[in-house]
């Protein structure tokens, strides 16, 4: 998930996310600013961590007002600290009132999650183990976390159920056995879509390898559990870590020498940044 694949997405989720808090009308700007009036407002950021979504941050108000401007101090990406000045928003004082809760929660969200992962990239070190998200994100939401994940240092799993072939328990239980399920996804799916098994204990293991699966997620095993599979995989597939990974317990998994280790935490647990648009007034 790259800029540009998110910006050509966006524009249709951020006006979706304004309706939500206009419905018909901003009653308290338009009380106290009945007129156009340009001023200017500051984006100051209140604590450390990892910056992403400033282009949905300046969409927000470009969207209400084209002839909006902001002046960037920072990128996406950059470790910014508490009291650093970002941003600098020029415009009507009614779009800069209206437009800016909307626009703040993106980049406080996006910043969060960005923020979150880079802790846990951190945490691995120089494994050659990557980290990657999962499809646990807010409704309407995914396009901007999966990005704000890959600033933050991660990689993508698949973006949505159309865009690989990965076998949950509930998919091995409808299609009946490991091996059955595979077969079935093989014969089904594009010959250039990997096919990735969820297992939960060594007898799936062994089933995985013997199927052909690709990848092999080791869903909520013991460490040891997973060492034994790994064993009995002997890199005739991709391996993948998943469950319950947060940033506590993350750094006793890097050892294990998996290809994989994804970690829902990355977008359903990670705490916001603290940002805030400040100072707030008129310019000729």
Do not use: W
């Amino acid at each position: 998930m790259n800029e540009i694949t998110m910006l050509l997405n966006a524009d249709q989720l951020i006006l979706g996310a304004l309706a939500e808090d206009i419905t018909s009308e901003d009653i308290t700007t338009n009380a106290v600013m009945p007129e156009a009036k340009k001023g200017e407002v500051q984006l100051i950021c209140k604590q450390d961590g990892i910056i992403a979504g400033l282009s949905v941050f300046e969409r927000v108000f470009t969207l209400l007002d084209k002839e909006t401007e902001v002046e960037f101090y920072c990128k996406d990406g950059d470790e910014v600290k508490s009291g650093e000045l970002m941003a600098t928003v020029r415009g009507d004082i009614r779009v800069l009132l209206s437009g800016e809760r909307t626009a703040l929660n993106y980049l406080q969200r996006m910043s969060g999650i960005a923020t979150y992962t880079n802790d846990i990239v951190k945490l691995l070190g120089d494994s050659k183990t990557k980290l990657l998200d999962t499809r646990k994100t807010t409704p309407n939401m995914r396009i901007f976390e999966k990005y704000a994940v890959k600033v933050g240092g991660g990689c993508n799993h698949r973006y949505n159920l159309s865009d690989g072939v990965l076998l949950k328990d509930n998919h091995i239980g409808a299609g009946g056995r490991v091996a059955k399920g595979g077969g079935m996804a093989k014969e089904y799916a594009p010959f250039v879509r990997k096919i990735e098994v969820e297992v939960e204990n060594l007898d799936m293991v062994r089933e995985a390898v013997e199927a052909g699966a690709d990848i092999i997620m080791l869903d909520n095993m013991t460490p040891d559990m997973m060492r034994e599979a790994i064993t009995i995989i002997d890199k005739r597939a991709q391996t993948e870590c998943s469950g319950n990974v947060t940033k506590e317990n993350v750094a006793g998994l890097k050892e294990l020498g998996v290809d994989f280790i994804s970690s829902g935490a990355l977008t359903h647990s990670a705490p916001i940044m603290d940002i805030s648009l400040k100072n707030l007034h008129a310019v000729e």
